[in-house]
């Protein structure tokens, strides 16, 4: 594929990738540390076009001096471990000061192969387009990039108590808006976003939804799906799945348990409260946050924490659930929504962002107002005693998630990757 197709033409299918994921390495579990759906989104891309043809290279930042150069993560799909910085765990605001580093290695690995050797460079989040972009500009090809998330939104969407975004973010997100060829958005709220907040512009905007797997993420019994979990059959579980840290909200959900137990205590001897995930950013700070809530308000006894799960198992928890919650301030996307509804669970969940998107309000899930916890007490409480309301929107969940497949998430991809065009290479006269 050349980078410098006439404007309006479309270039061949790439043969190569470069896919940029400096914070958090595609080989972590998601909802640990700062490992969630980005994480999952780089892998299935990558798997998909790597059965496609496409070869992908993964760049991430090395964290100990024992990982690999290269690791294959299947067949045509190579994790590249860049070392940038002091090795372990670097909070992501702190990783901006080793972009030098990580983009030379990336130059390294160019140079070790045939010129040419890729056609096009996806950057994933911030910190990766900042790097990605330059690398790109060097090798005269497209570049791509995914923001995830975005600091202005995040903070005009702030939970109590939560850090702001810092100002080098907003002002790197800004120039990585100037610098990219094509942005993608999950959404079309995204897309307005990066418009509204950034200035990007509507030749550069391709909104292209993530997707789920559908051949772990399925239907089935509810009940066989509780024994394998732990739980008795008559068991109302209440599911939140994702890093714990205040962005994500897990403790609306403590509080509805609560306001829903004061509602109907009748439910205590049923109730369990499960959250599936680790900490995670202004969370590790915090590892007491949702315990220590829990007893205040008197339902530790029916809250359940446990570890990120594989996916085959993660699967057996949303198949057990009454509901999936997903109470977030912020949202891109909201996978954990479409896992879930694929799963034949229902999911309530905040109106923001991307949720609007996962989430058919009414149909397949619930979208509620704001982050009041009486509010989601009142619709978990209508889908617990209305099993005749559940099952409608339990059956429509499954439809709904089966319109955001992966491979639909990779043509639309590809289609981007070969309209794409980049200038002719720069020299590299900076690294920031």
């Not at 959404?187 to 559908?214: C, F, M």
């Not at 009454?322 to 969940?349: D, H, I, K, N, R």
């Not at 929107?393 to 980049?422: C, I, K, M, Q």
């Amino acid at each position: 594929m050349s980078g410098n197709a006439p404007e309006g033409e479309q270039t061949a299918t790439p043969s190569r990738v470069a896919t940029v994921s400096l914070h958090t390495s595609p080989l972590d579990q998601p909802g640990t540390g700062d490992a969630g759906g980005l994480n999952v989104y780089v892998v299935e891309v990558a798997r998909r076009m790597a059965e496609r043809g496409v070869a992908v290279d993964v760049f991430t930042r090395a964290t100990g001096p024992d990982l690999p150069p290269v690791v294959e993560l299947v067949p045509g799909v190579n994790v590249r471990h860049v070392p940038a910085g002091p090795y372990g765990h670097l909070d992501k605001n702190a990783l901006a000061d080793h972009l030098c580093p990580f983009i030379f290695g990336m130059l390294r690995a160019e140079a070790q192969g045939e010129p040419g050797h890729y056609d096009l460079v996806h950057g994933h989040y911030w910190l990766s387009g900042r790097a990605g972009v330059v690398a790109a500009r060097r090798w005269g090809v497209p570049f791509v990039q995914s923001m995830h998330t975005m600091a202005r939104v995040k903070n005009a969407f702030l939970a109590e108590g939560d850090a702001p975004e810092p100002e080098a973010r907003v002002r790197g997100e800004d120039q990585l808006v100037r610098q990219a060829d094509r942005l993608i958005a999950n959404t079309d709220d995204e897309a307005h976003q990066l418009r509204e907040y950034y200035g990007a512009r509507e030749t550069q905007l391709s909104v292209i939804p993530p997707g789920v797997d559908l051949e772990i993420f399925t239907p089935g019994s509810r009940r066989d799906a509780l024994r394998r979990i732990g739980l008795a059959p008559d068991t109302e579980l209440l599911l939140f799945v994702g890093r714990v840290q205040r962005l994500k909200a897990p403790d609306v959900l403590i509080r509805a348990a609560a306001r829903l137990l004061e509602r109907d205590p009748s439910l205590r001897s049923r109730l369990v409260v499960g959250v599936v995930g680790g900490l995670s950013g202004g969370g590790t700070r915090e590892p007491g946050l949702l315990t220590d809530l829990a007893h205040s308000l008197g339902v530790a006894d029916v809250v359940r924490v446990e570890p990120p799960q594989d996916r085959v198992r993660l699967a057996d928890y949303y198949r057990a659930a009454t509901a999936t919650v997903v109470p977030s301030y912020s949202e891109s996307f909201g996978l954990v929504a479409v896992e879930s509804q694929a799963c034949g669970t229902p999911v309530v969940a905040s109106r923001v962002g991307g949720l609007t998107t996962a989430v058919a309000d009414g149909s397949s899930g619930v979208l509620v107002e704001g982050h009041d916890p009486d509010d989601y007490a009142a619709e978990l409480h209508r889908l617990i005693t209305q099993p005749a309301w559940r099952a409608k929107l339990a059956l429509a969940a499954p439809r709904h998630a089966a319109t955001l497949g992966w491979s639909r998430t990779v043509d639309e991809l590809l289609d981007v990757y070969r309209s794409s065009t980049a200038p002719s290479p720069l020299p590299l006269a900076a690294c920031r």
